[in-house]
């Protein structure tokens, strides 16, 4: 049985549209030109500059998507905190040195007074996906973690003076992320683990975009905090969901009319993270692999394409492809094999026999930066 090929674009915003493509086409062109050399018996020469060009092909249908909801799809969003590490506001070079370690730091959590939490103490905030804003304290006391004053705090220094090693401070953080009972409500928006003694990741627990909340965030008199990736990687289920395929052909007819690049949003506004950027930005075409099957005949990966001077031959080896499952952190990334970048450069729908059906042909361009 011919089962249809699950590809789904990418677009800026983190958003996946899903196609059932019948037919792929995968082409390459060298833009070698051989000459015949004069009075050689037809014997040829040719540049090879390694200047490809490349081009996908995407035949398919569009049809009705089922009425129900697959609400289990999608990606949570995670962040980092790394204790091992500490960042300076204004200048956001990384240091090497432990954030504890770090002397501003010290200095900040020697004013400290223990047990009470006052403008001195730095924090950080997090946002879950219902954009409802948490602070955590970093505060001197013999407790470890909990609540002072309503306020949550992990110790950063024992009532005594005594400062906190960085894994103190990664399980205390730890902690009171995970903990959802009595006032501690933390771990019913957010879930911890530890990727190194010196450092956590936390996800969100609510799947989708909206869990990309441009937190954590730092804030203290020290301006000195440790290093912080904030919320990546949250994606909405496939948002042709529930479309019709008239829904479908009309969203990706428009959006290729009048596209919206991350570049048109305005990111000096807390507003830009409710807006869209639906630009077709990259490709996630599975392929079945036996290299890279985990037991199973096959494992579905992606197919990636690793352009650039710096490439070498073990850069395009086959164990470098990423599972189909993989989430996309970051649509704009160079260095992601989860998908390829590009756009779409042609798209053709036609509605067959005034059905609910509509056959579709796409060109997509493989780019690596478009202007």
Not at 129 to 150: C, E, P, R, V
Not at 250 to 266: E, G, R
Request: net charge negative.
């Amino acid at each position: 049985m011919v089962v249809n090929i699950p590809v789904r674009l990418v677009r800026a915003d983190g958003g996946l549209i899903a196609l059932d493509v019948t037919t792929l086409t995968l082409d390459v062109d060298r833009n070698i030109n051989p000459h015949a050399v004069p009075y050689g018996g037809s014997a040829r020469w040719a540049f090879d500059l390694n200047l490809s060009k490349a081009v996908i092909l995407l035949e398919g249908y569009m049809v009705d998507s089922p009425d129900t909801i697959d609400v289990t799809a999608g990606q949570a969003a995670y962040s980092s905190i790394d204790f091992a590490k500490s960042t300076g506001s204004h200048t956001n070079a990384i240091s090497a040195m432990d954030w504890i370690d770090n002397y501003v730091t010290i200095y900040t959590a020697s004013r400290l007074t223990t047990d009470t939490i006052n403008t001195i103490n730095p924090y950080i905030t997090i946002t879950n996906s219902a954009d409802t804003s948490f602070k955590i304290y970093f505060s001197k006391s013999n407790t470890t973690q909990g609540l002072i004053g309503g306020e949550y705090h992990v110790s950063m220094v024992d009532a005594s003076g005594n400062m906190r090693t960085s894994a103190n401070v990664t399980t205390y953080l730890y902690n009171i992320i995970n903990l959802n009972t009595g006032s501690t409500v933390l771990g019913a928006h957010f879930s911890a683990t530890f990727t190194t003694s010196f450092s956590i990741a936390i996800n969100q627990l609510v799947n989708g975009k909206v869990g990309n909340t441009f937190t954590p965030i730092f804030e203290g008199n020290s301006r000195v905090g440790p290093y912080i990736e904030m919320f990546l990687g949250g994606s909405d289920t496939d948002i042709t969901q529930s479309m019709s395929a008239g829904d479908k052909v009309m969203s990706l007819y428009a959006t290729l009319n009048n596209s919206v690049d991350k570049d048109n949003l305005d990111w000096t506004t807390g507003a830009a993270k409710k807006q869209v950027a639906d630009y077709i930005t990259g490709i996630q075409i599975p392929f079945n692999s036996t290299y890279n099957a985990d037991g199973e005949k096959y494992k579905a990966m992606n197919f990636f394409m690793p352009t650039g001077a710096n490439m070498v031959a073990t850069d395009k080896d086959i164990s470098n492809a990423e599972p189909a499952s993989s989430i996309i952190l970051d649509p704009d990334a160079d260095d992601d094999f989860s998908f390829i970048k590009g756009t779409i450069t042609k798209a053709t729908f036609v509605q067959i026999g005034g059905e609910p059906i509509y056959q579709f042909n796409i060109q997509f361009l493989p780019i690596d930066t478009i202007i």
